[in-house]
């Protein structure tokens, strides 16, 4: 087999491919077997024909389709490896003729991955992070394992506080008309939620036990029911109770409650050092992902819509398995959002084409910089990933090697590599205030 590229305009190109005649002979071999299990011909059972009879009565020319239909896979294929071209869609194959004993031409019109023009990604300039941990921020991680653990207080006497879970009667109109939903009894609001419309949570601050009021509010106008949007409500409300959480003593008893420590400040350090590994671990992050943009951004390349188109479809998958983790799923999540499929599409574009862009640079400085992926980065990464896994890496190699992934898993490495290097070579500057 013989396979010739050329292109035509941007990233499109034609391969043009030769199948010698054995190989063509071959396939007819391949598409008589087929066929023959399938046809009828007196005096032979259904299999049984030979060749030479069954080419008598149908033609060899009724193989033909079957051939064709069995060389080009293999063949587009090897011809895409032999001349090293990355294909991003479906070909657009064309042939002239094909004939029993002759070699076999098609072209295939294709669209490749587009030339990246790099621009400068060595020596990008990251603002340096702080990852400095103040009083303010351990205080407030303090308070947040605080109200975990508050006991709820029954109110007696006194009025509803923000913050105070409260027990209300409600029932809601529309100028003097009852709506559907807009009624529950005995129902649990926490003030400051958010949960409720807008202004009504306001409004029961300040109500006592048994406690009658009229709230006055108005629906948002893109609220879901279009009855309602926009509309002045009046909501009769009866309060019958209030709650209100009461916050434990922050001492050497709180902390041995939550934590392994014997003190107070024994937890607070624990606390300020996860909070510094946290920072540290943010700011790694923060830094590989302004060098990939900065590279990107400093690159030119022209996005196909087919690949901004395959990365959407990934992220729509990806967006479904989380709702799926979440106990819903799309359709559930198009009914509470009031979006559709295609306008989800829409809103996720600029961020595939972000996506797609930037794989394309870091691919293409990969391959400037000669990265390279061998055996060692694959067992490194193994037993890296054994430890998060809980897992021998001999284990997880198998279960990449059985899913036919371990290819997506080198390029993931030398991606990961190619990342290091711009980090390596970047460097950290103090933003001036």
Partial sequence: MKATWEKIEKNIGVLEVEVDAEQVSLALDKAFKKVAGKVNVPGFRKGKVPRSIFEAKFGIESLYRDAIDIILPDAYMEAVKETGIDPIDRPDIDFDEFSKGTTFTFKAKVMVKPEVQLGEYKGIEVPEQSAEVTAEEINTELESQQKRRAELIVVEEGTAENGDITIIDYEGSVEGVLFEGGKADNHSLELGSNSFIPGFEEQVIGMSKDDVKDITVTFPTEYHSEDLAGKEAVFKVTLHEIKRKQLPELDDEFAKDVSEFETLDEYKQDIENKLKERKLKDNEMTVESTVIEKAALASEVEIPEVMVGTEVDRMVEEFGNRLRMQGMNMEMYFQFSGQNEEALREQMKDEAEKRVRSQLVLEAIANAENVMVDDND??????????????????????????????????????????????????????VA
Avoid at 387 to 412: H, M, Q, W
Avoid at 414 to 429: A, F, H, P
């Fill in 378 to 431: 694959v067992n490194e990464e193994l037993v890296r990933l054994s430890e998060v896994y809980k897992k021998p890496a001999d284990e997880l190699r198998g279960i990449i090697e059985s899913n036919g992934t371990i290819e997506d898993f080198k390029t993931d490495l030398r991606t990961k590599k190619t990342v290091k290097l711009l980090v390596e070579s970047s460097k950290l500057v103090t933003e």
